[in-house]
Structure formats: structure tokens, C-alpha cells
């Protein structure tokens, strides 16, 4: 009961416009520096680079969030392209994922998709991929809309499918042969189009994650969950399925000794690298997903 009252609360704050705007301002707080890459791009190449020696790939995230004007758009848009460029320039391995309300999804459904057409035009320059961010159900089909759009003309861009929405099965389905990050979601959604119950969410990914490996589709697996992992590798070793059409992810600061431990394995271990100055939401997510995580922000808020 108390750990959703307080999953709720840091819910809530993530999506407080009021609170992301004065965050801006604060500069990173209340040990968000332990999972957020800096505030530059300079500084979240620098951890790349960190992460790289290790043995580590990553995907880098601009963070950003509520962009109401065209302007915040196209501003985040070339913020974007200059991650990429800083990607290729630094020789670091590294791919890009965006979230479309950044770009202007909220907008202009064809003012969004011009401006990623720039962003996976660049990265297909420089050799690299794009992974479009899933966000809450409100924007998921607009999501899938825009990603076929681009997939007429770009084989390097991919998404994100949530285990637990109910359309999760098909959604994987339609999409076989898109490369896809699987998650199990992060958003506070209602009964009507989402499962409540962690049994349901944690079967319904696993049986994703079987849907789209057997279909010979790339799959990341996007979890923190150890239970998971095995059940992936038993699974992955009994049908022959090659470490090359999967790979693990998993958040910045979050289980480093097992991100490391997996890629001495020899599987490849892609680490979500956040950074920017509107890291409030984010960072409340993570919160908010398990409770263990809280224990984070009272470390870095006392350490100061």
C-alpha cells in the first residue's frame, strides 16, 4: 500500500510542468547525477566513453519534455543531429533514442515526422540507429503511425513496445523485422488499456520477447530484472537463437555489476545514457518504478 502511495506521488511529480520548468534551475539534485549523464552532450560523451572501455554499448537520450511551440521543436531537433555528430566525431559506440513530444508529435503529426526524417537522415550518414522512445498509451498508435512512415524509406530506426498495455502481442506481431526494445512500462495507465498486476505484465513480456526472437527479429530486452535475463538466455540457448539478434539494456547507474557481468559473458549490453537539464521527469520515473530506487535520491540528497 505505501509503495504505491509513493509510486503514485513520484508519478504525479513527473508530470508536473511546474516542477519540470524549476528543476531547469536547480541543476542536477537529490542524486539524479547518479543516473543522469551531465547536463551537455561533452559530458554524456565522457561517460560513453567510460561505459565503452568497460565493454559496454549505449543508446544516448537527450531528455526533454512538454514542448508546446514549434520553436522548443525544431531547437531539440538539431540538439538532437549534434548528438549524433558528437557520436560519430568522438568514435564512440553509441546510437540516439528521441521521444516523439520532444520533436512535436503534440504539434503537428507531419511537422514531427519532417524532423525525424532529419534526425534518422543523419544517423544513416554516420552509420548509426535511432530508437523512438515509447511514451504513454495516449501517444502509442500516433508512435507506431509515424515509425511506419519512416520505415518506407529507413531501415535504421526502431521503437519500443510496453508489456503492459493489452495491444502489447499484436503490436509485436505486426512489427516483425523492426528492430524493437522490449519493456515492461513505466507510465501510470488505466485498467481499460493496461494489466495492473506484475504477474501479468512479467508474462505477457516474456512472451514478447519469445514472439519476436523466434520471429528472427533484433530484440532488446530492456529489463533490470535478473529472473528475466536467465529465463532470456535459457530461452535464447535452447532455440539457437545468435547473441547477434539480441542484446540486453538497462538504465545508466542502475545494476552496473550485472551490466558488466553480462557483457564478460559475451552478450551485448547496451546502456540507456540519459542526459540535459530537464531530467526531473525522468528521474521521478525511475522512482516511481521501484521502490528500492528511492534509496538513491536520500543518498544523493544527504551526500550534499
Given amino acids: 500500500m505505501l509503495a504505491q502511495l509513493s509510486k503514485n506521488i513520484f508519478l504525479y511529480a513527473s508530470q508536473s510542468k511546474m516542477l519540470n520548468q524549476a528543476a531547469k534551475k536547480w541543476g542536477l539534485r537529490f542524486g539524479a547525477s547518479q543516473v543522469v549523464a551531465g547536463e551537455t552532450i561533452e559530458s554524456a560523451i565522457k561517460k560513453v566513453r567510460e561505459l565503452n572501455e568497460k565493454g559496454l554499448v549505449c543508446t544516448l537520450d537527450h531528455l526533454g519534455e512538454f514542448v508546446?511551440?514549434?520553436e522548443e521543436a525544431i531547437e531539440a531537433t538539431q540538439y538532437n543531429i549534434r548528438t549524433l555528430e558528437a557520436i560519430h566525431r568522438a568514435g564512440v559506440q553509441s546510437n540516439l533514442s528521441v521521444k516523439l513530444t520532444q520533436l512535436?508529435?503534440?504539434i503537428d503529426f507531419d511537422f514531427c515526422l519532417n524532423n525525424m526524417r532529419q534526425i534518422v537522415e543523419t544517423a544513416k550518414r554516420y552509420n548509426n540507429f535511432v530508437r523512438i522512445d515509447m511514451e504513454?498509451?495516449?501517444?502509442?498508435?500516433?508512435?507506431?503511425d509515424l515509425l511506419h512512415e519512416l520505415r518506407r524509406t529507413y531501415d535504421n530506426v526502431g521503437t519500443v513496445i510496453q508489456a503492459y498495455l493489452y495491444r502489447a502481442e499484436q503490436d509485436v506481431k505486426d512489427l516483425k523485422g523492426v528492430s524493437l526494445r522490449l519493456v515492461k512500462g513505466a507510465y501510470k495507465e488505466p485498467p481499460e488499456v493496461a494489466f495492473q498486476e506484475k504477474q501479468q505484465i512479467d508474462e505477457?513480456?516474456?512472451n514478447m520477447i519469445r514472439l519476436h526472437l523466434l520471429s528472427g527479429s533484433y530484440t532488446a530486452i530492456a529489463t533490470h530484472d535478473h529472473h528475466i535475463i536467465e529465463k532470456v538466455k535459457k530461452f535464447a540457448k535452447e532455440n539457437n537463437i545468435p547473441r547477434n539478434q539480441f542484446e540486453f539494456q538497462m538504465l545508466y547507474g542502475f545494476r552496473t555489476d550485472m551490466q558488466q557481468q553480462?557483457?564478460?559473458e559475451g552478450y551485448t549490453m547496451r546502456v540507456y545514457v540519459p542526459f540535459g537539464n530537464d531530467w526531473f521527469g525522468y528521474f521521478m520515473r525511475r522512482l516511481a518504478e521501484r521502490p528500492q530506487n528511492v534509496a538513491f535520491a536520500l543518498k544523493g540528497f544527504f551526500g550534499k
Avoid: E, I, P
Avoid at 504513454?136 to 507506431?144: E, F, G, K, V, Y
Fill in 68 to 70: 508546446s511551440s514549434r
Fill in 104 to 106: 512535436g508529435l503534440d
Fill in 136 to 144: 504513454d498509451s495516449a501517444h502509442c498508435q500516433a508512435t507506431l
Fill in 204 to 206: 505477457n513480456y516474456m
Fill in 262 to 264: 553480462l557483457a564478460k
